[in-house]
């Protein structure tokens, strides 16, 4: 019997770690601001990341100014790139909601969805927890239709 090998997954921790840097520091400028029209970038921003766009503009400046400068190397390893796409999905659709409140004169409610995912954001960065990858594991757990890919097995 002949199996098929599976590809070896990867993605680049570094090209992740600046779009959730830009997203923090977007989304505060954005605060500080009284910025809805910043936060439906970031939004935007991170739809298109979690569509893997080839014009995602984080994945752009990250290919085009960050890497080439040298400011910041490529960090490759091994793990399934759909967890991520999820959680900037989810950041994009909380961000979404808080253009809305903000635009509906509900800035309290705005305010907090981006604070919200500002500590998430933070909580990848720093300590790197992905609560939305968390999440995506455990719908793929659940047999939820959509989430295929298990974690990747570590040795």
Not at 32 to 56: C, E, R, Y
Request: glycine share 10%; net charge positive; hydrophobic share 55%.
């Amino acid at each position: 019997m002949t199996t098929t090998p599976v590809p070896i997954r990867r993605i680049d921790v570094n090209g992740l770690k600046t779009g959730q840097a830009l997203t923090i520091l977007l989304l505060i400028l954005a605060f500080v601001l009284n910025s809805p029209a910043l936060v439906a970038f970031v939004a935007l921003a991170q739809l298109l990341g979690g569509l893997d766009a080839p014009f995602a503009p984080y994945r752009l400046f990250y290919q085009y100014v960050l890497k080439p400068s040298g400011i910041v190397k490529p960090h490759v390893i091994g793990d399934n790139p759909e967890p991520h796409r999820f959680a900037m999905l989810v950041g994009a659709i909380v961000n979404t909601a808080a253009v809305i409140a903000l635009l509906a004169g509900v800035p309290l409610l705005g305010w907090l969805l981006v604070g919200v995912v500002v500590v998430l954001a933070n909580l990848n960065f720093w300590l790197n927890f992905c609560l939305g990858c968390w999440m995506y594991y455990q719908f793929n757990r659940l047999g939820i239709p959509g989430f295929r890919v298990s974690p990747l097995k570590q040795g």
